[in-house]
Antibody, heavy 118, light 106 residues
Framework: EVQVVESGGGLVQPGGSLRLSCAAS????????MAWHRQAPGKRLEFVAN????????NYVDSVKGRFTISRDNAKNSLYLQMNSLRGEDTAVYYC???????????WGQGTLVTVSS | EIVLTQSPATLSLSPGERATLSCRAS??????LGWYQQKPGQPPRLLIY???NRATGIPARFSGSGSGTDFTLTISSLEPEDFAVYFC????????FGQGTKVEIK
């Protein structure tokens, strides 16, 4: 069974950092683009970043460029999102998913909540 | 940024009825539009990709149509498990999502 499980969320002060992890099972991570998304309370889903199977192509939404870093460890079947210089507007549930068919998203995890507040 | 606007915000229907959901793009996305279903406490599930192609395992009662700026998701006969929120998403320029349509039991 295909499964992705996010972890690493929590409460962090503005300006702080968090590292999210996404553990994949039931499929070979190394053959898929992967993505992170977020959904802030009462707002629409937002695509945050994606990464090519070999890690050599990465894309970010403008609002996180220079602050967030997506990475992967195919040997560990894991995806990561390092989030630095966090702001209140980064408060959201963060999801990872497969990025398939040239830009659609399958097999989302249950999400991990990130709250940025003092 | 391509903005996707969904209508209506809420659709109140009974099981067995037909549901018609709309998604309008602020500029043409050709056929590069998908639809997702999300139930409370669950992640989104891909239903339709490239406007009219059902994703793996999606029942035939779900169908998509449209191109350019106007798209429709149709659920031919609502089952109890279909009451949920539905989002559209474009992949033509970057990736953006609509704000969602809630299909609720009347």
């Amino acid at each position: 069974e295909v499964q992705v499980v996010e972890s690493g969320g929590g409460l962090v002060q503005p300006g702080g950092s968090l590292r999210l992890s996404c553990a994949a099972s039931g499929f070979t991570l190394s053959t898929y683009w992967m993505a992170w998304h977020r959904q802030a309370p009462g707002k629409r889903l937002e695509f945050v970043a994606n990464i090519r199977p070999d890690g050599n192509e990465i894309n970010y939404v403008d609002s996180v460029k220079g602050r967030f870093t997506i990475s992967r460890d195919n040997a560990k079947n894991s995806l990561y999102l390092q989030m630095n210089s966090l702001r209140g507007e980064d408060t959201a549930v963060y999801y990872c998913s497969k990025d398939v068919l040239g830009g659609y998203f399958e097999h989302w995890g249950q999400g991990t909540l990130v709250t940025v507040s003092s | 940024e391509i903005v996707l606007t969904q209508s209506p915000a809420t659709l109140s229907l009974s099981p067995g009825e037909r549901a018609t959901l709309s998604c309008r793009a602020s500029q043409s996305v050709s056929s590069s539009l998908g639809w997702y279903q999300q139930k409370p406490g669950q992640p989104p599930r891909l239903l339709i990709y490239d406007a009219s192609n059902r994703a793996t395992g999606i029942p035939a009662r779900f169908s998509g149509s449209g191109s350019g700026t106007d798209f429709t998701l149709t659920i031919s006969s609502l089952e109890p498990e279909d009451f949920a929120v539905y989002f559209c998403q474009q992949r033509s320029k970057w990736r953006t999502f609509g704000q969602g349509t809630k299909v609720e039991i009347k």
